[in-house]
């Protein structure tokens, strides 16, 4: 563990902050789900949300670590390739016959990817480079 840490870059302050906010996640989450727990299934057990949700932390610190080990350069070449995708998305599913929809949503899993998330983060990703050292 002392390794993993100390092959951390960036700001420490900030890994702290985000471990703490994943920790601190973990109460919502029992509060929500003992709902959930007690509608579904009649028991009341949260362990199974709980685990559930000790995945996503584990599976999102790993995506993080694996992120901040890549040098930023790479991320506007890739934000390049992807930004006509994400114009080629918003043509489609902006057209005048969906406009009513405000929040159209791709199910992936059980939770969802809004398509204005996208192009928030390709343009996050293109305007990179205005923030060189």
Known sequence: MLQLIKNLKG???IWTFVALLA???FMPVFSASSNLAYMGHGTGNT?????KHFAHICIGFMIIYWIHKVP???FRAISIVALPVVWAIACLYFS???RYRRSQCQPMDSSAIHR???SNLDARLYSLDDFRG
């Open 47 to 51: 362990l199974g949300y709980l685990v």
């Open 23 to 25: 920790l601190f996640s």
């Open 72 to 74: 930023y350069h790479y």
């Open 116 to 118: 204005n998330h996208l």
């Open 96 to 98: 005048k016959r969906n």
């Open 11 to 13: 700001d420490k302050v």
